[in-house]
């Protein structure tokens, strides 16, 4: 039991981390691209936008946290013998970039065509992870009837289950990314910007 509620809690922590994470990297892509798409500081020819010190602080450290949270998931949801939560970290951070680049580049009078570009170009590799999930749902059922007699032997392992149940596993998993987006949020009232 004991193991099993550390497990849940891994799960709960890396969504609320990947979560929080998502949330950090939006606001910062959201500053960025109010800015014109472009901010820098110092060198001989200054940007007419200089980059703010909390967004140098606030990225690779968003960055870092979302790789470390995804490497956590990762660890627990094999631990649990569950899908990974990677596709979906995945698609939000593709999708909320996507969607920023789609709002600086349709905003405010004509359109940019390369915001625009880069808008479907995140929203497609947001899309993707997400739409593969029938697939290989498809091909795993395929090779488990072409495999039936593999499987048909690990009878006692199977009969075992996970350690974790469906409704636990995903109730921590979006438990934690709600929890972690609003976290973000909530810091984003206090950063300037």
């Keep these: 039991m004991r193991s099993r509620v550390i497990d849940c809690a891994g799960i709960l922590l890396s969504a609320a981390g990947m979560g929080f ?18 901010v820098a500081s110092g060198g001989p020819y200054v940007i007419a936008s200089p980059a703010p010190e909390w967004i140098m602080l606030l990225m690779p450290g968003a960055v870092l946290l979302f790789t470390a949270s995804i490497m956590t998931s990762i660890y627990f949801s094999e631990r649990l013998r569950w899908p990974w939560l990677l596709r979906f ?67 006692n392992v199977r009969a075992a289950g996970p350690p974790l149940g469906v409704r636990a596993y995903w109730t921590c998993a979006v438990t934690g990314a709600v929890l972690g987006v609003v976290a973000g949020l909530l810091l984003r009232r206090v950063i300037p910007g």
Aim: with cysteine; hydrophobic share 50%.
């Design 21 to 38: 994470s998502v949330s950090l990297i939006d606001h910062c892509a959201a500053f960025v691209l109010s800015r014109g798409g472009w």
């Design 89 to 155: 970290a995945w698609s939000g951070v593709f999708l909320t970039i996507g969607y920023r680049f789609a709002c600086a580049g349709a905003g405010g009078g004509e359109p940019i065509p390369g915001f625009i570009i880069c808008a479907i170009l995140f929203i497609i590799l947001g899309i993707a992870p997400l739409v593969w999930i029938p697939v290989e749902r498809i091909q795993r059922r395929r090779s488990e009837r072409k495999l039936l007699w593999v499987y048909r032997s690990m009878d």
